[in-house]
């Protein structure tokens, strides 16, 4: 039988700290050494070029396949835990894969080259605007994503990050890569429950990676400030300069963040110390990642990106060509930062007009009490689409903000409804579920 697939990035770990502490679970914690060799046991049960689908729960049995799988010659599909059995069949069977191991390797098995090009895992897009795809990501995206967010971010061996994002999407994934790749420790922490991570930060966390809605909960729960966070990088959904403002001022340093599964997770971050300066971006795109508009200079397009980073390609589609276009509009300012404006495709055409949500929902989210928005666009004889919202929040009238945003905003572009509920459907990502928003609004 052929030797395992070797170099990874966790096998450099080992090599260099075999006895640092890689992983943390409670009481519990595994050196880079022991995560290494469970990983390699891993390894010799997947048949080369198998795609092995599992459910990614918060453990070290799945972090130890996430590295075992691509090692065999395999590739890693992790799936929500969450999805019961004919879901979890179904949804690997979507992307190619088999729940559960295949039949032990045999003399005969002939493992793949380690290539940069590679495929290693295929990871689920967060499904934020209906079914989710799933994307091949290589050994050569892993590793230069690790490399870039570490000189972007300056992240050390010394770190420690908290892992509260979940296995079976890339913000996930890519905490572990970082972590690898630069001799860091991570701590998985169960779920989201604001306040076990507060208790977890008072543990000497450095880092942490959470979506807008986890922000929120964190910074609504007593406990801090927290001398030792050096970031956290906050991404997958708009987050508000006051919700980034009150952090900083929690002794939360947030980030802003833009990325996707395409691009192996962050693609422009804003840099550690310059929150302030970078107020409404995500910050300059990351080494190695071009990121370009189809417009001219400070004028809205379409954002697309090229670079090691990002993805090949879907699941058994023909190979990209070309950089990845984006779903999103966007331009830079004038220090080179990026502002995300909102997804192209949800674009509202309403008399006539574009209206972008995006903008719609920043202007909400800048609104005492408001907590998430949702800005889309519903059939309408009269005006083509009429452009509605759903607001998560506490003592907010709908009337009180349309009042509000007519005093910025054009009449075509004022949302003809504004309902107020007390929280939003989310993924299991903890983003908001637009999809089944839009579905509840069928009955308006």
Not at 335 to 346: A, E, K, M
Not at 357 to 379: D, I, K, T, Y
């Amino acid at each position: 039988m052929h030797e395992l697939i070797a170099p990874d990035l966790l096998t450099v770990a080992a090599q260099r700290w075999p006895r640092r502490v890689a992983l943390r679970a409670g009481t519990d914690q595994w050196s880079f050494a022991d995560l290494n060799y469970a990983a390699t046991e891993i390894a010799g049960r997947v048949r080369a070029g198998s795609r092995v689908a599992f459910r990614a729960a918060m453990n070290v049995a799945s972090v130890a396949t996430i590295w075992g799988v691509p090692r065999g010659g395999g590739v890693a599909v992790p799936i929500d835990p969450a999805l019961d059995a004919p879901a979890a069949a179904a949804l690997a069977d979507s992307l190619g894969a088999t729940l559960g191991w295949p039949p032990p390797v045999g003399s005969d098995d002939v493992y793949p080259e380690p290539t940069p090009q590679r495929p290693v895992v295929i990871a689920a897009t967060s499904g934020t605007g209906g079914t989710p795809r799933g994307v091949v990501l290589t050994a050569g995206n892993v590793e230069a994503a690790a490399s870039a967010s570490q000189i972007h971010l300056g992240t050390r061996e010394s770190d420690v990050w908290l892992l509260a994002m979940p296995l079976h999407h890339v913000g996930g994934l890519a905490i572990l890569w970082r972590a690898a790749h630069d001799g860091s420790q991570v701590v998985l922490n169960q779920g989201f429950e604001a306040a076990a991570v507060r208790a977890a930060l008072d543990d000497g966390i450095t880092w942490v990676s959470f979506v807008p809605t986890m922000l929120r909960r964190l910074l609504a729960a007593p406990g801090g400030p927290w001398p030792s966070l050096r970031g956290a990088l906050i991404g997958g959904a708009h987050a508000a300069t006051e919700l980034i403002e009150a952090a900083g001022a929690a002794g939360v340093p947030a980030l802003p963040t833009y990325g996707m599964t395409e691009t192996t997770a962050q693609a422009c971050t804003v840099r550690p110390g310059n929150a302030a300066a970078a107020a409404g971006t995500v910050g300059h795109p990351l080494p190695g990642v071009e990121v370009t508009i189809d417009a001219s200079p400070g004028v809205p397009g379409v954002i697309s990106i090229a670079g090691p980073t990002v993805s090949p390609g879907y699941v058994d589609e023909p190979p990209r060509g070309g950089p990845f276009v984006t779903s999103d509009v966007g331009y830079f300012d004038p220090s080179g930062r990026l502002v995300v404006l909102g997804r192209n495709d949800d674009v509202v055409m309403s008399g006539g007009e574009k209206v972008h949500p995006g903008q719609l929902e920043r202007a909400l989210l800048a609104q005492p009490g408001v907590l998430e928005a949702v800005v889309f666009g519903l059939p309408d004889d009269e005006w083509g689409e009429r452009v509605v919202a759903v607001v998560a929040g506490d003592d907010l009238a709908g009337d009180d903000l349309k009042a509000i945003l007519a005093r910025s905003f054009p009449r075509h572009a004022v949302p003809k409804v504004i309902r107020v509920v007390s929280e939003l459907p989310r993924l299991s990502n903890g983003k908001a579920d637009r999809a089944a928003v839009r579905r509840s609004a069928a009955s308006w």
